[in-house]
């Protein structure tokens, strides 16, 4: 059967949800998976990246806002389960911003202090 979602065989980040590419996965959901940042900026460094191809977050929230909260639903709960309650949630979006793949993903960081945000 065909996949329900949309896919980009240039896209990285839909090429380590097929499984051609390695990934530390630390989830796998039907609408989402989630895998460790290969250049970690925290102790704990996830992205939780939805399986449908869309180029960011504002892309996904417009065609499916319940999908932001459930990355968002899926973050707290990695954070918890590596004994985390407090952690930053970022969705990177623009190049000028540090957007380097453009495959909607929420970075989860937790267990260090994110000094250079300006907020
Ligand atoms: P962004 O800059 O918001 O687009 O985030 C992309 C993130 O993907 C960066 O933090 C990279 O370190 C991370 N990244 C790039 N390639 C890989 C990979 N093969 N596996 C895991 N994370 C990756
Ligand atoms: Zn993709």
Do not use: W
């Amino acid at each position: 059967m065909a996949s329900q979602f949309r896919t980009d065989e240039s896209c990285l980040f839909c090429r380590i949800i097929a499984g051609e590419i390695p990934s530390d996965r630390v989830h796998e959901g039907e609408r989402m998976i989630a895998f460790r940042d290969i250049a970690p900026k925290a102790p704990l460094h996830v992205l939780i990246v939805p399986r449908d191809h869309l180029p960011n977050a504002a892309a996904t929230a417009a065609e499916d806002p319940a999908l932001i909260g459930e990355l968002i639903g899926c973050a707290d709960t990695i954070a918890r389960e590596n004994g985390h309650e407090a952690y930053n949630l970022l969705f990177n979006t623009g190049e000028a911003a540090g957007q380097t793949i453009f495959h909607t993903h929420l970075h989860l960081l937790a267990g260090g202090k994110l000094t250079d945000l300006p907020v």
